[in-house]
């Protein structure tokens, strides 16, 4: 059972700043040094806004080198945007609707937002580690042609996904053949795509566009920029549809450059994938630390730059009053914990060892 993030926990200071080392999120993180760089050299001069900057330009260069010929990204404000702009850009007719995890994101931490602004109907597929087969799609059409049905019209995974596991480039493939075969299209929230790339060792274009992804959003939040993430189009035809439906989405930056300039730092000299790379190391070191620990275990394998273990709930409320982190089901005694960027050997060893100390005393 996948209940609400509890966040009532977090040490801070009374002025919203965390206190103490925080495993909370990578959202939590700050902003990479070349990030920032590259944000201070974009605050130069004048440019034109709504993304016909010369910023903007270079961003989607760097992204067909990434994503192929065919990739048109756009810079947008958040994740949440990039992916109600992402369906919005696949769905059609108020009738269709979305098939997903019912751990998806767009499900379960974005305030309904598909829902509310979209209008569209969500079909949930449970799973027992985040991710869609090709089979859990095949169930959920029965309804194609039915009048008195909504019509599946989209696939939605997460990749990486919610619970911090990974689609395989063959994976993903299977499930798009199968979307294709009936009529489907295929989006990824592609929020943490760059940890999945770097746990599998292979391209964003391996990931996604040889697949036979549709639409991607490349997260750059939390993999080390400030504010920026791109809806990346991988059909020409569905790209046109982009310009009248950003603005409508609430997506439109006027100073894009500002995005644009963060991503591109991220695709320079491949430090989307040092740094997703670095953050699944601090993972895999923190799950490798608690191994043989008594009274804890992992729920699901670490193949990103989260892990989620089940501890006692007495060693929980310990490791709280020292350290940030989620509670991810209550009833079970399941926690979440994030790696960074930034996220150092020495406090990662200093948690192990507090980890340990706490769950002696339960």
């Not at 977090?10 to 920032?36: C, I, R, W």
């Not at 993304?51 to 010929?69: S, V």
């Not at 795509?193 to 566009?209: F, K, P, V």
Request: net charge negative; aromatic share 6%; with cysteine.
């Amino acid at each position: 059972m996948i209940e609400p993030l509890d966040e009532s926990a977090v040490v801070d200071d009374g002025k919203g700043v965390v206190l103490g080392t925080d495993f909370a999120s990578d959202n939590h993180a700050g902003a990479h040094p070349e990030v920032m760089a590259a944000i201070a050299a974009a605050n130069s001069g004048y440019a034109l806004p709504y993304g016909e900057d010369p910023w903007t330009a270079n961003l989607r260069e760097r992204i067909r080198e990434e994503f192929g010929d065919q990739a048109t990204a756009f810079p947008v404000l958040n994740g949440t945007g990039a992916n109600v702009l992402g369906l919005s850009v696949l769905l059609g007719n108020r009738y269709e609707a979305v098939i997903c995890p019912e751990s998806a994101h767009i499900a379960t931490h974005e305030g309904g937002a598909s829902e509310r602004q979209l209008g569209v109907k969500l079909i949930l597929a449970p799973t027992p580690d985040g991710k869609l087969t090709p089979d859990d799609v095949t169930a959920r059409l029965h309804g194609l042609g039915v009048p008195n049905e909504v019509q599946p019209k989209v696939v939605s995974i997460s990749q990486a996904t919610e619970v911090g596991t990974c689609y395989t480039p063959d994976e993903v493939a299977a499930i798009a053949e199968t979307a294709h075969s009936r009529g489907l299209l295929l989006h990824v929230d592609g929020a943490r795509l760059a940890n999945a790339a770097a746990h599998l060792g292979c391209s964003l274009r391996e990931l996604t566009t040889d697949a036979g992804v549709d639409v991607v959003g490349f997260g750059g939040t939390k993999n080390g920029a400030l504010l920026a993430e791109a809806l990346v189009v991988l059909r020409p035809e569905l790209a046109a549809k982009v310009p009248f439906l950003i603005r409508q989405s609430l997506q439109l930056a006027s100073k894009a450059r500002f995005i644009s300039a963060q991503l591109t730092a991220l695709l320079t000299d491949d430090l989307w994938r040092r740094n997703a790379e670095h953050a699944n190391a601090m993972a895999r070191r923190l799950a490798d630390g608690i191994a043989g620990l008594p009274n804890i275990s992992l729920r699901w394998p670490v193949q990103s730059n989260a892990v989620f273990a089940a501890l006692p709930h007495e060693a929980i409320r310990e490791l709280q009053t020292r350290y940030t982190f989620h509670v991810w089901d209550h009833t079970e005694g399941v926690v979440r914990w994030m790696t960074a960027f930034d996220t150092t050997p020495e406090s990662v060893d200093a948690f192990i060892a507090d980890i340990a100390t706490a769950l002696k005393a339960t």
